[in-house]
Each structure stands twice: as C-alpha cells, then as structure tokens.
C-alpha cells in the first residue's frame, strides 16, 4: 500500500467520485466516504467536548486509500507541563479502505511536533453493512481515547513509581526501539 497523493485537505477528499464496490465484493458491500468518515470522527469528538483540527490526509492513487489524522484538544484534559505541551500533542489517525486492502482502523495516541506518532490503543472498525454499527463503533472508540487522555496524568505518576531492576533496563530500551 503506497500512498502517493498528500490530499490538500477536505477540497481534495469532496471531489472524489462516488463509490463503486471493488471486484469480487458481495452483494451486501458498503464502501464509507471518506468525507462521510471524517464527519463522523468530528462529531463524535463534538460530544466529548474536543477539538479535532490539523488534517493531515493520505489518498491512495485512485481516492480509495485514506490515511488521516487529527490532532485533538479538551478544556477537559489535563494540563500538560509546559516542556511536555511543547513537543507533543493527542491526535486520532483513521485508515479506510475503499478497495478492500485494509480494515477500517482508528488510532489514539500522541504526536510529537517532529511529526513522529507513538499509537496508544487501536480501535479495529471492521466491515460495515449499516451507518448505525460504525456510528456505534466509532462513539465507543473516541469514548475510550478520551477517558485515556483524560487520566494521562495519573498514568504518568504511575509509571514514575515503578521501578524496573537493572538487568531489564536494557531489555525494554531496545524493545521501545
């Protein structure tokens, strides 16, 4: 899966043409807009009371890929010390597959501003046969990534009190990569 097209943003996901389903889908296939999925995500972070902005957005050759990401802000999450709030962000990424390459999959994580990501949940959106069941899926997964942002800080405090013994430092250094 290459993608080869930085979409400019919504102008570029509005003019791309109507679905088709792909060869060999069946007779209950329903391909997601992308701009129908990325209203959705909005509104869902509406109700939580956040902000999504910053699209960054990936399209396949043809417009059936979509990568996309958002960057997400709350009044209600936790303040974040100045050094921290300088160099990293939330964000919610989408993949939708219009083609059948890929399950539709959303990602919660943090970004930092060097445009490196570090996921913290994925969230498997799966196949869909009706708008309800993805609206469903989507409210749960924004549901969760908000309650995880919002006890960032307590989890934070929690990892400082753990100790790691010295002959598994070295393990969980090249693990993390």
Same mark, same amino acid.
């Given at each position: 899966?290459?993608? @080869? /097209?930085?979409?400019?943003?919504?102008? &570029?996901?509005?003019?791309?043409?109507? +679905?088709?389903?792909?060869?060999?889908?069946?007779?209950?296939?329903?391909?997601?807009?992308? +701009?129908?999925?990325?209203?959705?995500?909005?509104?869902?972070?509406?109700?939580?009371?956040?902000?999504? &902005?910053? !699209?960054?957005?990936?399209?396949?050759?043809?417009?059936?890929?979509?990568?996309?990401?958002?960057?997400?802000?709350?009044?209600?999450?936790?303040? !974040?010390?100045?050094?921290?709030?300088?160099?990293? @962000?939330?964000?919610?990424?989408?993949?939708?597959?219009?083609?059948? &390459?890929?399950?539709? $999959?959303?990602?919660?994580?943090?970004?930092?501003?060097?445009?490196?990501?570090?996921?913290?949940?994925?969230?498997? +959106?799966?196949?869909?046969?009706?708008?309800?069941?993805?609206? /469903?899926?989507?409210? !749960?997964?924004? /549901? @969760?990534?908000?309650?995880?942002?919002?006890?960032?800080?307590?989890?934070?405090?929690? +990892?400082?009190? @753990?100790?790691?013994?010295?002959?598994?430092?070295?393990?969980?250094? $090249?693990?993390?990569?």
């Amino acid at each position: 899966m290459i993608y @080869t /097209k930085e979409a400019s943003g919504i102008k &570029d996901i509005k003019s791309l043409p109507p +679905l088709k389903p792909p060869n060999g889908a069946g007779a209950y296939w329903q391909g997601v807009h992308h +701009l129908e999925l990325l209203n959705m995500l909005k509104q869902e972070a509406e109700k939580h009371a956040c902000v999504l &902005d910053n !699209l960054n957005c990936w399209l396949g050759q043809d417009g059936s890929n979509m990568v996309a990401s958002y960057d997400l802000w709350s009044p209600n999450f936790p303040e !974040l010390n100045n050094e921290a709030a300088s160099y990293l @962000t939330f964000s919610l990424a989408v993949m939708n597959s219009n083609c059948r &390459d890929f399950s539709m $999959t959303m990602y919660g994580g943090v970004r930092l501003k060097s445009e490196a990501g570090l996921p913290m949940r994925e969230y498997w +959106l799966g196949k869909h046969t009706n708008r309800e069941r993805l609206q /469903k899926e989507i409210h !749960l997964a924004v /549901k @969760t990534f908000y309650h995880d942002c919002s006890n960032i800080r307590r989890e934070i405090c929690n +990892l400082k009190k @753990t100790m790691v013994e010295a002959e598994h430092v070295w393990i969980i250094l $090249t693990s993390a990569g």
